[in-house]
């Protein structure tokens, strides 16, 4: 099982990136999907998140300005971030998991950096 994430960088205030993750190893298309971040000395936190059948949640502080979509050809999650702000900096994770009869199946991705300075 790989969860490969890819897209972090540095931006100015106002900027945009897009962070990719690609899976492999696991039936992806049946997993849910999200993205966590973590700035340092806080706890990590849900960002966004995508059902099997697409339903999506975001934290509040995003909503309006980040896009989680999936593509199950590709087995990618991508996140689409405009309009970021200092406040969005840190490591973002991707994240797969399912609630299986025996309990929950929970898949992990590198980080990848996110920072958003002028």
């Known amino acids: 099982v790989q969860l490969q994430a890819s897209g972090g960088g540095s931006v100015q205030p106002g900027g945009s990136l897009k962070l990719s993750c690609e899976a492999s190893?696991?039936?992806?298309?049946?997993?849910?999907l999200a993205w966590y971040r973590q700035a340092p000395g806080k706890d990590r936190e849900l960002v966004a998140a995508i059902a099997p059948g697409g339903a999506t949640h975001y934290h509040v502080s995003v909503m309006g300005r980040f896009t989680i979509s999936r593509d199950n050809t590709q087995n990618t999650v991508s996140l689409q971030m405009n309009s970021l702000k200092p406040e969005d900096t840190a490591v973002y994770y991707c994240?797969?998991?399912?609630?299986?009869?025996?309990?929950?199946?929970?898949?992990w991705g590198q980080g990848t950096q996110v920072t958003v300075s002028s």
């Open positions: 994240n797969a998991w399912r609630k299986e009869d025996s309990g929950y199946v929970d898949y």
């Open positions: 190893g696991f039936s992806f298309g049946i997993f849910s």
